[in-house]
């Protein structure tokens, strides 16, 4: 044997030779041709400059090292409890990482909550938080899941603050939660626990058997008791007792939840802390309002956040709104949750893309072999999820665009246009029948796509390591509980049933065939497209118009589906209509018509493959 072909032969080492070169992911608000396409057609210029220069900043901070670093601690270091201390006295003391602690803190001063309430960009304000929001997902280690139902509590305090009727005292207690769940001052910021599940109902909160008793606190005898919470409010007259079975963000500063009273189930506000009195001989300090941890639940996913089994006993607090009409109240928290929940999907679904599209591009093989991007079936699959994220991408940025719209008081005008009706109530039943859409689907969506990318790394794709910029599994197993969080997707159908066949299902339907009317009025070269659309459409609708309620209950995931494909047609056809961009007229063929041009030569697809996944970069055409 020749010494040239001994030495070509020679076996690698553990330190020399072939390594694998990392995927270097980047800035997602430069990188993500998703997201540019749905500000620029929501957004205004003057709007969109005035926030770019945020966006492009937190794009390139969240991807950090110190940012990614944090991640791995709260990985690595998930919550744990300690129970007693060393006197044997229980303390329940909830102990979290400190990447944990950092990254809220982030959080709440990048405004993850404060942006909506500050209301800067008017009807736009909703769009910005959820923009930076979409950039956070996959920095944060689920800190975005107390900021979810601190922005839906802070709306529904707000609503309440709105109100007239409301009494002095309680109007103090609510505005001092409101002020500090929309603070961006972490040293004063509260995030928010929503406390419904339980173990006889689960999803089904007409179950709840948690009581409240209103026994408000007697002046005589109260001498010695706590009275306020750590903001100084009075912790109020309703004692609450019970048992919460599945509990997120344990270490939030207060809860929304719901508990039964003598007229039914009904909504409280009640702090998580409260100061106790103190004495010449004991100073102040502050202890549990009424609740203590039974234990943390481990889960699949979401391993930084800390999860709980609660036990409530005499907590006090503040009933929100009218007895026996906690499900209404809830539901302003919910229709808010929900939205977090899709962008939460979108956000982990595009930073998965991303990690693929640059093990794409710089993945090396070792000689004779071929790079993914070299791998037309490779690159084919990439495509199809590209089309997929787009069109999840475009009708989730419509539904916040809707939010922030609906949010504004019904004195200020809105910016009509080829997708957002004139009239404020069709927005309104727009808003209410998407939101439970675009939850569920997204979910799902994002959960299937996740497990394509980790495909598309190979081996390396099913590891977890403390490396997290390309970290992909960590991705899919925290996507996972997005079909199941804020209702699962046969709740959420079960819901679109009940929107459009109820009571304002007639006006449903009429503001839905609107604005299907209206995409099709912006349909610039995309007329064959949008005539496919109006006939699903219009199948869709005597689908529903002909279809007994118990059956719409049982096919509720189809008829729920098929209204999600149609909005997200509408949406791209739109989006590609107004400046006939090549790759997004493209995106929408496929979506309408399935597989694109179908006289479309092979050849002729794969380079439209390409220019979806990667745009028009011309790095991998030299390689063909």
């Excluded at 409301?166 to 928010?192: G, I, K, N, Y």
Aim: charged residues 25%.
């Amino acid at each position: 044997m020749s010494q040239a072909l001994h030495m070509s032969m020679e076996p690698y080492s553990s330190t020399e030779e072939f390594f694998q070169v990392p995927p270097v992911v980047d800035n997602q608000y430069h990188e993500d041709a998703a997201l540019r396409r749905v500000l620029t057609l929501h957004l205004p210029s003057t709007i969109h400059c005035q926030i770019e220069p945020d966006l492009s900043s937190f794009g390139r901070q969240v991807l950090t090292p110190e940012i990614l670093n944090y991640v791995a601690d709260a990985e690595k270091n998930p919550p744990f409890l300690r129970t007693w201390d060393t006197w044997g006295k229980r303390v329940d003391e909830l102990v979290t990482s400190e990447g944990w602690r950092k990254l809220q803190d982030m959080g709440i001063a990048a405004g993850m909550v404060a942006i909506p309430y500050e209301n800067k960009q008017g009807e736009y304000s909703r769009f910005y938080q959820f923009a930076k929001y979409h950039l956070w997902t996959g920095s944060c280690a689920y800190v975005t899941c107390p900021s979810a139902m601190g922005d839906g509590a802070a709306r529904l305090l707000w609503t309440h603050l709105l109100s007239d009727s409301l009494d002095a005292s309680t109007r103090t207690v609510l505005e001092s939660a409101f002020d500090r769940l929309t603070s961006r001052d972490p040293a004063r910021a509260w995030t928010s626990g929503q406390w419904m599940t339980e173990r006889a109902g689960g999803s089904d909160v007409s179950a709840t058997e948690t009581t409240a008793i209103h026994t408000p606190l007697n002046p005589a005898t109260a001498a010695g008791q706590p009275q306020t919470g750590v903001d100084g409010a009075s912790l109020g007259p309703w004692s609450i007792s019970g048992f919460k079975w599945f509990s997120s963000a344990t270490d939030s500063h207060m809860t929304v939840l719901l508990a039964r009273t003598p007229s039914g189930v009904s909504a409280f506000y009640a702090p998580l802390r409260r100061t106790t009195p103190s004495s010449p001989a004991t100073p102040s300090t502050t202890e549990p309002n009424g609740v203590s941890i039974q234990r943390l639940k481990r889960k699949l996913g979401t391993r930084a956040l800390p999860t709980a089994e609660l036990e409530l006993s005499h907590m006090r607090g503040h009933l929100l709104g009218v007895e026996g009409r906690g499900v209404r109240e809830i539901a302003t928290v919910l229709n808010i949750t929900r939205l977090h929940n899709a962008v939460t999907a979108m956000g982990l679904w595009g930073r998965g893309l991303a990690i693929s599209r640059a093990c794409a591009r710089m993945r090396k093989m070792a000689a004779g072999g071929k790079a993914p991007v070299e791998v037309r079936a490779h690159v084919r699959v990439l495509a199809a999820q590209s089309v997929a994220y787009r069109a999840n991408m475009h009708v989730v940025f419509f539904a916040v665009r809707l939010l922030g719209i609906a949010e504004q008081a019904a004195s200020s005008p809105h910016c009509a246009s080829r997708l957002v009706p004139s009239a404020r109530a069709h927005i309104s039943l727009l808003l209410r029948v998407l939101t439970p859409v675009v939850k569920a689907l997204t979910a799902k969506a994002a959960i299937a796509a996740l497990q394509e990318c980790v495909e598309a790394l190979g081996e390396a794709g099913y590891l977890e390591g403390e490396e997290q910029r390309g970290n992909v599994a960590r991705l899919l197993r925290d996507a996972n509980v997005l079909s199941i969080w804020e209702g699962t997707t046969d709740v959420m159908a079960e819901d679109v049933v009940r929107v459009v066949t109820g009571r304002r299902g007639a006006e449903v339907m009429g503001a839905l065939a609107e604005w299907v009317g209206m995409g099709g009025e912006s349909e610039r070269g995309m007329g064959g497209e949008m005539g496919s659309v109006r006939e699903r459409w219009a199948r869709w609708r005597r689908g529903v118009e002909g279809t007994g309620g118990e059956e719409l209950k049982a096919r509720g995931r189809e008829f729920m589906g098929e209204l999600g494909w149609i909005a997200c047609a509408v949406l791209l056809c739109v989006d590609a209509g107004r400046d006939c961009e090549a790759v997004a007229a493209e995106v929408a063929r496929r979506w309408v018509r399935g597989d694109g041009n179908r006289e479309m030569g092979w050849r002729e697809r794969e380079q439209w493959d390409r220019r979806i996944v990667f745009g028009d970069e011309k790095d991998w055409s030299a390689k063909l």
